[in-house]
């Protein structure tokens, strides 16, 4: 219980503070006791990277704490997509990361029982090698052009997303190059595509500053809120 007034407190404090831009309150390091604690703050917006962990956190509270959206935002896995679309609630996916997991989702669509899945394309906007996404531009073209050839659907391409570096010598630096990298990347894929509107997924609670000053739509949060 003694999570409960940081939890609320930081849960008002960004609410607030990056408005217009949109808090996903990341809860991979939180048991359900404390993202309770966030709700009844008002936050509806969650955010998960293992889709285990997702399914039974989702399961466990779907029937008493209504419309919380939940994002998944880890490394997916083709394997995981159908126990993914089948997890209640589930709203966001951020990281679509080739188009072989792009195919993936398109393919098993059907699974998903909600009425719209919104979804980003993640790129990669660092060299560190670990790092999932898209490695390249034309690369990312080759998946919108698959994404525009599909249709109607109940998959929504939202936007794009990134993280930013963590081994960097400058991290202010190297935060906002890659922030300021995927902005170009979005703004040049909606000119080459006629698109409008595509969102920004960037920064986390050590980045977030530079990722608002970019303009980003959403800004993943979880230590910061729920680690004291
Ligand atoms: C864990 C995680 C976050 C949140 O990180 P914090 O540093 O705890 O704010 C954001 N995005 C992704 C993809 C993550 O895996």
Redesign the pocket.
């Given at each position: 219980m003694g999570n409960r007034k940081h939890i609320q407190e930081q849960i008002h404090k960004f609410t607030e503070g990056l408005a217009p831009a949109k808090l996903l309150a990341?809860t991979?390091y939180s048991k359900n006791e404390d993202l309770i604690h966030a709700y009844e703050a008002g936050q509806r917006d969650f955010g998960e990277?293992r889709v285990q962990e997702l399914a039974a956190k989702a399961e466990e509270l779907q029937e008493d704490y209504q419309g919380i959206q939940w994002h998944f935002?880890?490394h997916l896995q083709s394997n995981k997509m159908n126990r993914l679309l089948k997890t209640p609630g589930l709203s966001f996916i951020h990281s679509i990361d080739s188009m072989k997991l792009l195919e993936t989702l398109y393919k098993k669509q059907e699974q998903f029982e909600g009425s719209k899945l919104n979804f980003f394309l993640e790129v990669k906007t660092t060299d560190e090698e670990e790092k999932g996404g898209i490695p390249d531009y034309a690369q990312l073209c080759d998946c919108v052009k698959f994404i525009q050839d599909q249709g109607k659907s109940v998959l929504n391409f939202y936007g794009l997303m990134t993280?930013g570096p963590i081994r960097t010598d400058n991290f202010e630096d190297g935060a906002r190059s890659s922030f300021k990298k995927l902005r170009e990347t979005r703004d040049q894929i909606q000119a080459d595509f006629g698109l409008s509107e595509l969102r920004l997924s960037m920064g986390?609670?050590?980045d977030y500053q530079f990722a608002l000053d970019e303009g980003t739509d959403w800004v993943?949060?979880?230590?910061?809120i729920f680690k004291e």
């Open positions: 990341v991979k990277s935002i880890g993280m986390m609670s050590s993943r949060i979880g230590s910061a």
